[in-house]
């Protein structure tokens, strides 16, 4: 019974969070939708003109009109990873037909289309740059070992120690070392400052570790504080039971719970790992 309850809160998750790495504000932060498209028609017109996926349409306006006013690599990758966004929401909307405006479907159609051609365009476009974020892109969505090489030398190097870039580590070592992988996902979380939005998928990530490692104390904790922070995905209940035949003290972990939220909400979060 315990290996069933396990692999049912283990197996919906397996680390989806190896796309992950999360988006820090928009290209333009002054530009609007409007004047994007009345600057450059183009990046407008061959999207959808409905109502559906209105947030990630907004994100890829501003990033294209980012990119081809500045074609930086950062703006490259934050375009790839709006475009990822946009065209997983409008693949969906496009298989909704609607009866009376058959030109509504045609529109979602034509914006996954533009959505597809442009992130061969723009991956094509990065494959050779040597920015961590688009060398770890390269690895996690066309599997190549030479970016994945390079962005791993820049960890040694000590380049990549931001809370985006330690997550996406994170996503390597899993398969080959949990207590790596949890002191990565730890130092995320430390390393995150007022001004950031924490990644939620890491409290889901940790929770996973730690069931994994059968560590059902912390995979409790982990998965109070995931559930906080809107993870519907870990059967809490289940896991209780668990602790209440190992009798654990489920008040005392309530409390530590209290207290790591408390932590991470301050942005005072320390890494036990960094602890004497």
């Not at 070592?173 to 002191?183: C, E, G, S």
Request: glycine fraction near 2%; aromatic fraction near 10%.
């Amino acid at each position: 019974m315990l290996n069933k309850i396990i692999l049912k809160l283990y197996i919906p998750y397996l680390f989806t969070f190896l796309l992950a790495i999360a988006l820090t504000g928009c290209g333009d932060a002054e530009m609007t939708v409007r004047q994007a498209c009345k600057d450059k028609p183009e990046i407008c017109d061959d999207l959808n003109k409905d109502g559906h996926c209105n947030a990630e349409r907004r994100e890829v306006i501003l990033y294209r009109h980012a990119e081809r006013k500045l074609p930086t690599d950062k703006n490259k990758y934050n375009l790839l990873i709006a475009l990822e966004d946009y065209s997983q929401c409008i693949n969906l909307a496009s298989k909704i037909e609607h009866k009376k405006l058959k030109e509504k479907t045609t529109s979602r159609v034509e914006g996954h289309l533009t959505s597809l051609r442009e992130i061969k365009r723009v991956s094509r476009d990065t494959q050779t740059s040597e920015l961590p974020e688009l060398l770890y892109y390269h690895w996690s969505r066309n599997g190549d070992e030479e970016a994945l090489e390079k962005f791993l030398a820049l960890e040694e190097q000590g380049q990549l120690n931001t809370p985006e870039l330690q997550f996406a580590l994170a996503t390597y070592w899993v398969k080959r070392d949990l207590n790596k992988t949890l002191r990565l996902l730890y130092n995320a979380l430390a390393l995150y400052e007022p001004e950031d939005e924490i990644e939620p998928e890491i409290f889901h990530a940790l929770t996973t570790v730690y069931l994994k490692k059968r560590d059902y104390k912390k995979a409790y904790v982990w998965a109070q504080i995931s559930k906080v922070f809107g993870d519907t995905n870990v059967e809490i209940e289940e896991l209780r039971f668990i602790l209440i035949e190992q009798k654990a003290n489920l008040e005392g972990l309530d409390k530590l719970i209290e207290k790591t939220l408390e932590e991470i909400r301050s942005y005072s979060f320390e890494s036990p790992y960094s602890k004497p």
